[in-house]
């Protein structure tokens, strides 16, 4: 079972796992942690030993402690997850950092240039022809699959984005 570890008893800035997503991490950090997302976890603790101690910490704590489970299944053995994440650290006034020039939650702009565009394609098809109707059903049948696959094909485009990958390269810091 992962160690729980908690802000008032490691008040040294060595968590070097974040179990978070860019946009949350850009918005409060601990300073000198290293964004790994949970997409990358298994992969980046495939690099690492069994008995090395990797350090989870997400928002509240649930993910990273979901993480942790997977990671003990996987044979690691000294997996400290932040009880309370980030908030429980933030919360007892320890050093964190703000990236400055925050993104908007890639998400949200998912969101919103997908209902532009079936706003769009609906107005087109009541206006001009049905056959625009087509394109919003193209759109609306991507977001179950996007849910169920956890792939959202406009989420990657969006990351690739120049504009966010300099405020990621600006944001990753080693510990």
């Not at 933030?90 to 706003?119: D, Y």
């Not at 098809?125 to 919003?136: D, E, I, M, N, T």
């Not at 696959?149 to 080693?174: D, G, H």
């Amino acid at each position: 079972m992962a160690t729980p570890i908690s802000p008032e008893n490691d008040r040294k800035s060595d968590l070097a796992v974040l179990d978070r997503e860019y946009p949350e991490y850009a918005s409060g950090a601990i300073e000198g942690s290293r964004l790994v997302t949970l997409s990358a976890v298994q992969r980046e603790a495939a690099q690492c030993k069994e008995d090395d101690p990797v350090p989870l910490v997400c928002r509240s704590g649930k993910r990273a402690a979901q993480t942790a489970t997977n990671l003990e299944r996987l044979g690691f053995q000294n997996v400290n997850v932040l009880h309370g994440g980030f908030e429980a650290w933030e919360a007892a006034g320890l050093p964190i950092q703000v990236q400055q020039n925050k993104p908007g939650a890639i998400h949200r702009h998912v969101s919103a240039i997908a209902g532009g565009t079936m706003m769009l394609f609906t107005l087109l098809g009541l206006l001009a022809s049905p056959w625009f109707f087509a394109g919003s059903l193209f759109i609306v049948a991507g977001l179950p699959y996007s849910g169920l696959a956890e792939v959202c094909s406009r989420e990657t485009a969006l990351e690739k984005l120049p504009w966010n990958q300099a405020s990621r390269a600006q944001c990753e810091i080693q510990p």
